[in-house]
């Protein structure tokens, strides 16, 4: 067995992906509840996540030598906080089954034959029996062209996981400035999508907003990222949120409002909203009239900003699109009409939202390609 890998070092995502520490995967072990993290290839994930679930990536870790921690959010890391653990560990295994790694080794063209595959790298080529993509996702059509070449239907990559640009000095004045948990949503469609929320110097990130891009990949692009986005600050959505409002303001009637702050929000934020909403920040609570409160509460709940384009997450980038989930055999990862050729990870039109979920489903139809390619 042999690896090809087209860089100069294997497991280049690996080591860079959760800022270093590797989000290895997300502890929720009920597939219900998993599948609602994948906005794409829920279908083949349904059969995949039985096979190799999240308690069978933690085993492998650990019989591999690497415990796994559990974050407040459900994300797991090595307990070592270093990528460089899962890495190694990857690494010994490949190593104690004899599998060979080839560096700066790139194919370009595979081609089918009577008794196996045809790998084509330059001038040179490599023959195989049977073979394993496990290439990633690329960001454009065009990268996909020799798998067109043999009949397999591509899904149009666009990006997913991307933070949003909102050209706007007051937000970005508060650039750090995090909520532990907030709504976002995306004007023209359903639904609000919940998490942190993180300003950033050119507009917002965080959970909440990567969610959304994941969820509505595709309705962004066709918008060429020109859209607008209400942000529920409070986490709580409308009805709580005006309870908790309204009892706050009685109870401290005689505070300034500047120093209310119901919802406990970092102060640079609440003297934000005061001040977009039009208000003195010393005025007491008792002395805002009804349309004043309803504005400072509309912006709590409900603040409007206009997104100008979209900006990738860091490492963690992903691409929504790849081989036709239709081509796929979900039982073992083989090319329905190809057979000795199987996928494996984000090549696959699948993908999911930040937090581990995109690992997962890497290490389970890994595994489900490899053990149907050796068999």
Same mark, same amino acid.
């Given at each position: 067995m042999s690896i090809a890998e087209k860089s100069n070092k294997v497991l280049a995502k690996v080591r860079i992906s959760g800022g270093g520490r590797c989000n290895v995967t997300h502890n929720q072990t009920d597939l219900t509840e998993l599948l609602k993290n994948y906005p794409r290839g829920k279908n083949l994930l349904k059969w995949v996540l039985r096979k190799w679930s999240v308690t069978n990536t933690i085993r492998w870790f650990e019989t591999h030598g690497v415990q796994l921690k559990t974050e407040e959010d459900g994300r797991m890391f090595p307990i070592t906080d270093d990528s460089r653990t899962i890495v190694g560990a990857l690494q010994?295994?490949?190593?104690?089954?004899?599998?060979?790694?080839?560096?700066?080794? !790139?194919?370009?063209?595979?081609?089918?034959?009577?008794t196996g595959f045809i790998c084509h790298e330059g001038k040179d080529q490599?023959?195989?029996?049977?073979?394993?993509?496990?290439?990633?996702?690329?960001?454009?059509?065009? @990268?996909y062209n020799f798998l067109r070449e043999m009949g397999l239907e591509i899904v149009e990559p666009v990006p997913s996981l991307f933070t949003f640009n909102i050209p706007m000095p007051s937000l970005?004045?508060?650039? $750090?400035?995090?909520?532990?948990? $907030?709504?976002?949503?995306?004007?023209? @469609?359903?639904?609000?999508?919940? !998490?942190?929320? +993180?300003?950033?110097?050119?507009?917002?990130?965080g959970p909440a907003v990567l969610k959304a891009s994941a969820f509505l990949a595709r309705e962004l692009q066709e918008s060429n990222y020109n859209f607008s986005t209400l942000v529920d600050w409070t986490g709580l959505g409308e009805e709580t949120a005006r309870e908790h409002f309204v009892s706050h303001l009685l109870m @401290?009637?005689?505070?300034?409002? !500047?120093?209310?702050?119901?919802?406990?929000?970092?102060?640079? +934020?609440?003297?934000?909203?005061?001040?977009?909403?039009?208000?003195?920040?010393?005025?007491?609570?008792?002395?805002?009239?009804? =349309?004043?409160? $309803?504005?400072?509460?509309?912006?709590?709940?409900?603040?409007?900003?206009?997104a100008l384009g979209k900006t990738t997450f860091k490492e963690?980038?992903?691409?929504?699109?790849?081989?036709?989930?239709?081509?796929?055999?979900?039982?073992?990862?083989? =090319?329905?009409?190809?057979?000795?050729? %199987?996928? =494996?990870?984000?090549?696959?039109?699948?993908? $999911?939202?930040?937090?581990?979920?995109?690992?997962?489903?890497?290490?389970?139809?890994? %595994?489900? =390609?490899?053990?149907?390619?050796?068999?």
């Open positions: 010994n295994a490949a190593e104690q089954l004899g599998v060979e790694v080839w560096l700066s080794c !790139g194919v370009d063209r595979i081609e089918k034959t009577d490599i023959l195989a029996r049977k073979i394993i993509l496990a290439t990633g996702g690329f960001p454009k059509s065009e @990268h970005h004045a508060m650039q $750090g400035i995090s909520t532990p948990w $907030g709504r976002i949503k995306v004007a023209g @469609h359903e639904g609000w999508y919940e !998490g942190p929320i +993180l300003i950033t110097h050119w507009g917002l990130s @401290h009637a005689a505070k300034q409002i !500047g120093n209310a702050n119901p919802f406990e929000f970092p102060r640079k +934020l609440w003297e934000y909203l005061i001040e977009t909403a039009g208000l003195d920040a010393s005025k007491l609570c008792r002395d805002l009239n009804k =349309a004043e409160k $309803g504005k400072l509460l509309e912006l709590c709940i409900r603040s409007p900003y206009d963690e980038f992903v691409t929504a699109g790849g081989v036709a989930l239709k081509d796929i055999d979900a039982n073992t990862m083989q =090319a329905k009409n190809i057979p000795g050729l %199987y996928f =494996a990870g984000e090549i696959i039109d699948l993908d $999911g939202v930040t937090g581990g979920y995109n690992f997962q489903a890497a290490w389970a139809t890994g %595994y489900i =390609a490899g053990s149907s390619a050796v068999k």
